[in-house]
């Protein structure tokens, strides 16, 4: 065999290394979209929806300002103290549709004013009965209360009002730039919800 077949049968300088390269690469990015693929659905399917739901159903608001009598409790005057606050009511919503009984153990209003967040925390039923006791001319926005302290059975769906109180004045309740709602679950992640619609004011 001549020099010049022996030429011609030999492959171009690199050319089996070029080759070899270029299956690496695509074997590569295969693996890579594959790999990622998996990740995604890993999440995907590992993700579940949160056990509990809600919505705020309605939302109204009574600001109020008092001032005491100016004698304590023996007759004896003293100085008299203004109060203003805002009493609110709220109508909520909540679903259990997780598989397990969840456990409310706290209700929190968050209003965001000009210095920051206030809150404040739900009445329990019993504060709440008490509160129309104290306005008797609030009794036509009387509901069926709702517990802070509330086990929500399995697909179980529980509806009521609550009520929370803020010590400020009507002015700057009106001045707020946002409220929100906090229902604390013991062993899992708070729900947040907000009102969808406008605040009555009464």
Same mark, same amino acid.
């Given at each position: 065999?001549?020099?010049?077949?022996?030429?011609?049968?030999d492959?171009?300088?690199?050319?089996?290394? %070029?080759?070899?390269?270029? /299956?690496?690469?695509?074997?590569?990015?295969?693996? %890579?979209?594959?790999?990622?693929?998996?990740?995604?659905?890993?999440?995907y399917?590992?993700?579940?929806?949160?056990? +509990?739901?809600?919505?705020?159903?309605?939302?109204?608001?009574?600001?109020?300002?008092?001032?005491?009598?100016?004698?304590?409790a #023996?007759?004896?005057?003293?100085?008299?103290?203004?109060?203003?606050?805002?009493?609110?009511?709220t109508?909520?919503?909540?679903? #259990?549709? +997780?598989?397990?009984?969840?456990?409310?153990?706290?209700?929190?209003?968050?209003a %965001?004013?000009?210095?920051?967040? /206030?809150?404040?925390?739900?009445?329990?039923p019993?504060?709440?009965?008490?509160?129309?006791?104290?306005?008797?001319?609030?009794?036509?926005? /009387?509901?069926?209360?709702?517990?802070?302290?509330?086990?929500?059975?399995?697909?179980?769906?529980?509806?009521? %009002?609550?009520?929370?109180?803020?010590?400020?004045?009507?002015t700057?309740?009106?001045?707020?730039? #946002?409220?929100?709602? +906090?229902? #604390?679950?013991?062993?899992?992640?708070?729900?947040?919800?907000?009102?969808?619609?406008?605040i009555?004011? /009464?």
């Amino acid at each position: 065999m001549s020099l010049l077949q022996q030429d011609s049968k030999d492959q171009a300088p690199g050319e089996a290394y %070029t080759r070899g390269t270029s /299956h690496v690469v695509v074997a590569t990015v295969v693996a %890579t979209v594959l790999v990622s693929i998996a990740i995604a659905l890993y999440i995907y399917m590992g993700q579940k929806p949160p056990a +509990s739901v809600g919505e705020i159903i309605d939302v109204w608001a009574h600001p109020m300002h008092t001032e005491s009598s100016g004698f304590d409790a #023996n007759g004896a005057e003293i100085p008299k103290e203004e109060i203003d606050q805002v009493l609110l009511f709220t109508h909520v919503r909540l679903h #259990n549709q +997780s598989k397990q009984p969840i456990f409310l153990h706290r209700i929190m209003a968050n209003a %965001t004013l000009a210095d920051g967040v /206030h809150s404040s925390y739900a009445a329990s039923p019993t504060d709440y009965e008490r509160i129309f006791k104290a306005y008797p001319q609030l009794a036509q926005w /009387h509901a069926t209360p709702i517990s802070p302290d509330l086990t929500i059975e399995p697909g179980e769906t529980k509806e009521g %009002t609550f009520a929370c109180s803020f010590r400020m004045p009507k002015t700057d309740w009106e001045a707020r730039k #946002n409220l929100d709602y +906090s229902f #604390n679950f013991q062993y899992m992640p708070s729900l947040t919800l907000a009102p969808k619609g406008s605040i009555t004011e /009464h």
